[in-house]
């Protein structure tokens, strides 16, 4: 309900990741009644991920790292001014004034986070010298790589190595110059360091430390020349700055807000600055003279933000800064007191392998009870347990050298969910601790996912996605919860195990299967959840007409008569027309079959033309004129292959460098007729203008100057995904093979109605994992899915003409068995020229 | 009630052949006309073989689409009871007394039916 008074006017100055927390907070908490919330934002774009930026230039867009969906925003009430930059704060006249205009506050929160520093350098502001911190930024660099050969980044911490990873992901030469003598000096000692660095120069990134640039001047071979304290230079065509942020601290500057030594503005526990009216979140706040430049912290300022302006509780009290990371690949972990130069008198374990490259170090009280610090290279799979005996200070093992040891020299001692206290925090991000999932659990989540949508745990950066789900699965098992995946009353089996049965038994029937491995106390039917899902496991598996007597009891109404019910009870006819490309000829019969049985013609989202209202008894002469003419059942009714959209291409758009209809056809050919847990949508642009959406399909590709770009797992409809980057520049062999072993996989493994987004987003390893599958063969079976999906694309047949040839099945197709009439309750009113359900 | 209008309710409520064993589909439905005291009426005839009643004669109209589909629904057991789904909104109906499962409120009608050899007859 809204507030009876004048809501007061809440400016939010700031539209990164913590500033839209905080929006998000205001949303979920129900701040909208007291507070018209505006938010300005000084990029383009609206709030996006940062922590995964490079990922800019693998694939990903800004669509796809935004942090809402586009109407996020104006459907909860708050209006987001991007593009906007805040100029001044006039405290007197109580308005925030931006280029555009004068805004009235009563409260403001400064989210500015902050800015790149460049170290002051003759010669910094050169063209080609840039900054790594915004998708402006990155468009940048992309466009400067294009006229470079190699680049360098000044700065070897995080930002610099993550910055040397996008420019890697340019195909540039990279080297990386770090003023400290080791790479990461605030998270690695020497040791880690020196590791860190072959791990780095293995990947061919040149590393150069303890260097202090002098001046950048003209190069003799490439743009510039960095000039170092001993006269030693270095050529480059591009130089991205990355040695450290800087709080964005203007704003509170001008204002007079008070200001820390080395800047930041000061805030209390409350988050409020000088000013009790401003608060300042993030990067750009200083708390107890520090400045937290993590995520995780910025959040639990936000809900410290959150309370101060709707008079609760939470305070800020500072944050753990632990944290892990995966820098070019290499994990990198720093766990409290890494370095052990806080805690006089701690003792210090190191494990070293220079051979598997692996470093660990714990730092340990004086008494050896406590964990101080940690810190990993190369192998972060100690990582969680370390920071549980960390963070909720739980005393160490007897030997605690036991926890950075190898495992093979003896069982390491991991640290189950049951030893964690209540009050270990799972998620920092969105600070969920063990006893908020207890409650969530007690509260009646019965599986991973009820919990994550209750808690939000492991939606922030998904550093806990594994301890979370060690921890829901320990707490169902502890409360006697068996996790019930059995598809229905009929079968004690998920789908997938459904799935592995018929193939090792070879089990050919419903009737069968639910013999032999149906429940005992049910008589032998099943329902319309089990028939169906093994009406198209069997089909995935032997591929026999849908339509043959042992299998046409088990189908969907759809499925049965091959055409899509619709609401009145007459059906949509849905001929296949591959890739899109149809004849003028076709086009005409499609037409004259749709005049002479009154059928509604619309053209479908998947680049093919459905014919609506045709009465049952109608459906096999239909079928008859249009397989006469050519046609063949798309299957527009099947949870099975669907549609391949295609953009022209090369044959005849400009901008195209593949065939994308050519190869669009190829592949509706190959994988019609393919029954799989739901329908699945492919899409094929010929250049990355990407005029065939495929980014929103399960299979998504775009071609490339050397091949086509794989992507999967995306989707349009009520929940959009975009599909993610799986593999670059394939040959049409191996983009088939690829897609091969990527359907088949799916149909294994995924639940009954599962799309191919949902199915990833619950694989376990994510991407990750399914490219060890398919690309690596880690499990060992691309050889048997490939020669799966070839049986099912050589024993392919159209289903409408094997019915159409056999009078048994036509039987089906009346309307009533003892009459010729058709169902005089379907009345059809005319509209626009054609018929539609009255 | 007079005897000639006695005579008339007994014609009409007579048992009538609908069709024979061949029409049929095992396990599934199929649909047919039958003369009721209401008029012609549109019956979804299921047959499972096998089991202890074999045939089940229930409205072909959906009450919750008013479709004219029931007899193109999955056929299954719930619970213990032979049910249909229905093909548009996936309700369950009870084959033998054709009640919804999923709302008690609502009931299809049903017929008496059995084979006499191969012909199905319906009790209208």
Known sequence: MMSSKNPEQLIIIGNGMVGHHLVEQLVDNGALERYQVTVFGEERHRAYDRVHLSEYFSGRDADSLALCEADYYATSGVELRTGEAVIEIDRSAHEVVTDQGRYPYDRIVLATGSFPFVPPIPGNDREGCLVYRTLDDLDAIQAAAENATNGVVVGGGLLGLEAANALRGLNLDTAVVEFASRLMPMQVDNEGGELLREKIEALGVQVLTERATQRIEDGDNSHHRMVFQDDKVLETDLIVFSAGIRPRDQLARDCDLEIGERGGVVVDDQCRTSDPAILAIGEVALWNQSIFGLVAPGYQMAKAALATLTDGDTRFGGADMSTKLKLLGVDVGSIGDAHGNQNPGARMFRYLDPLTQVYRKMVVSSDGKKLLGAMLVGDNSAYDTLLQYYANRIELPDEPASLILPQSSGAAPTLGPGALPETATICSCHNVTKGDICATIDDGAVDLGGVKDVTKASTGCGGCTALLKSVVDHELEARGVEVDKSICEHFAFTRQELYDIVRVEGIKTFSELIGKHGKQDTHCLGCDICKPAVASILASCFNEPITDAAHVPLQDTNDTFMANMQKNGTYSVVPRVAGGEITPDKLIVLGEVAKKYDLYSKVTGGQRIDLFGARLEDLPDIWGELIEAGFETGHAYGKSLRTVKSCVGSTWCRYGVQDSVGMAIQLENRYKGLRSPHKIKFGVSGCTRECAEAQSKDIGIIATENGWNLYVCGNGGMRPRHAELFATDLDDEQLYRTIDRFLMFYVRTADRLQRTSVWRENLDGGLDYLKEVILEDSLGINDELERQMQTVVDTYQCEWADAISDPEKLKRFRSFVNDDRPDPSIIMTSERGQLRPA | ?124
């Open chain 2, 1 to 124: 009630m007079t005897a000639t209008a006695m005579k008339k309710e007994m014609d009409t409520m007579a048992w009538q052949k609908v069709c024979t064993k061949v029409d049929l589909v095992e396990f599934s439905g199929v649909a047919a006309w039958l003369e009721t005291a209401d008029g012609p009426a549109q019956v979804a005839i299921f047959y499972l073989p096998g089991q202890g009643n074999e045939l089940f004669a229930l409205d072909h109209h959906d009450p919750f689409s008013n479709a004219n589909v029931i007899a193109r629904g999955i056929v299954g057991d719930l619970k213990g009871a032979a049910v249909v789904a229905s093909p548009i909104y996936k309700q369950h109906f009870r084959l033998e007394d054709g009640q919804c499962l999923e709302d008690e409120d609502v009931k299809l009608r049903t017929w008496k039916i059995e084979f006499k050899g191969d012909e199905v007859w319906v009790e209208g």
